[in-house]
């Protein structure tokens, strides 16, 4: 694992070091790790949105379509059981 060493002014340390103590982090690197990870999933959603935005529709989306869908979802839950 690689080392990093950022400098924050007193207020962003005070509050990591708060947000570490209020929710159960056991260091500061591991709730900055957490941070760059949430960043992380949040770029790729955004990614996929964007890919899925800029495609052409397949089919349309009405009372039809969601009916299909949670017929086919019954399904696989009924499958799976």
């Known amino acids: 694992m690689s080392t990093m060493n950022i400098s924050l002014p007193d ?3 005070a509050f990591v070091d708060e947000q570490v103590s209020q929710r159960n982090y056991g260091t500061s690197s591991e709730y ?3 941070l ?3 960043d992380q999933d949040r770029q790729q959603l955004r990614g996929l949105l964007l890919v899925g ?3 052409p529709s397949a089919s349309s989306v009405n009372e039809a379509y969601f ?3 949670r017929a086919r979802c019954a ?3 009924r ?3």
């Open 79 to 81: 499958r799976k059981t």
């Open 11 to 13: 207020s962003l340390k």
């Open 32 to 34: 900055m790790r957490e």
């Open 36 to 38: 760059i990870r949430r």
């Open 53 to 55: 935005a800029s495609s």
């Open 75 to 77: 399904t696989e839950v």
């Open 67 to 69: 009916d299909d869908l």
